[in-house]
């Protein structure tokens, strides 16, 4: 009797314990203070109850992704901004640089072309048209073409003279194997036309008339040469024509252009007829 006794005060005292062991740990999971329940304490993480199924719990795996902090991307702009700027001034450098080298190289290929063009290209000569032909010998019952105001020459009475729309007069003898419809090989063949200078110089006309013929013919350099008594210019073309160019001033707004293309294969003496053509021009300005 007296050991169920004390059995049964050791269960009441064991369930007592466990109660109140239970209701503290109850007070610690739901965040109350026990000296003060009104005042929660800090919140603890829950640890969730692995159930025994027999499988593998799943662990979280990470990924390596991490939210950069707010300071690293100003950071990163600041970087990509200096770049930037650097970029932009090295390229800017790099196109002055350049930019002068190829103004250095044009300047320096205009002055050769000047300097080249100076070379073959005389200074103006001076020019004294005369009234007084030159004496010149057998001419004796030679024919005068005379223009009034412009120009006036001598020439053989067998040759032909011949004047076109242009103002071109021209003066030929055919040779003995010169044909018809066929290109000027065999005779006298010379051709004068008045110009008007428009403002050029002398020297300006026989360059324009040269630098036209150059791209088309082998053309000599212009030199500075004489037509009778007056000075001027001459130049030689080689190609489908073969000639020499005179230039010549009437006056300051006249210029006159000479072409000779005589041919003489048979020595019949029309290259020495054109000679002394030339010689007795006369200007009238």
Known sequence: MVFLTLLTKNYQERSIK??????????????????????????QTSVPQ??????????????????????????????VFILFIFVVVL??????????NNKTAILDSITQKSTADEKFLPSEPKVEPTQTPQVVEGIDGWLEYKKEGEFSFKYPPEAQIKNYDDGTISVSIWGPTQQENTEFYDGLSMSFRVLQAQGKSLKESADESYLELKDLFESSQPIISSVG????YTFHVKGYIDADYYFVEINPDLHLEIINATKDPTEAGFILSA???LMT???TP
Do not use: C
Not at 20 to 40: H, I, K, R, V, W
Not at 50 to 70: L, Y
């Open 91 to 100: 390229l800017t450098a790099l196109y002055l640089v350049v930019g002068k």
């Open 18 to 43: 466990s109660m109140e062991d239970f209701g503290q740990t109850n007070q610690e999971a739901s965040g109350a203070d026990p000296l003060n329940p009104s005042l929660p304490s800090s919140p």
């Open 275 to 277: 000679e002394k053509i």
């Open 281 to 283: 021009l006369v200007l």
């Open 229 to 232: 008594n007056n000075s001027g």
């Open 50 to 79: 692995v159930t025994n199924t027999g499988e593998q719990p799943q662990i979280p795996v990470f990924n390596g992704s991490i939210s950069p902090s707010p300071a690293k991307p100003k950071k990163r702009i600041l970087i």
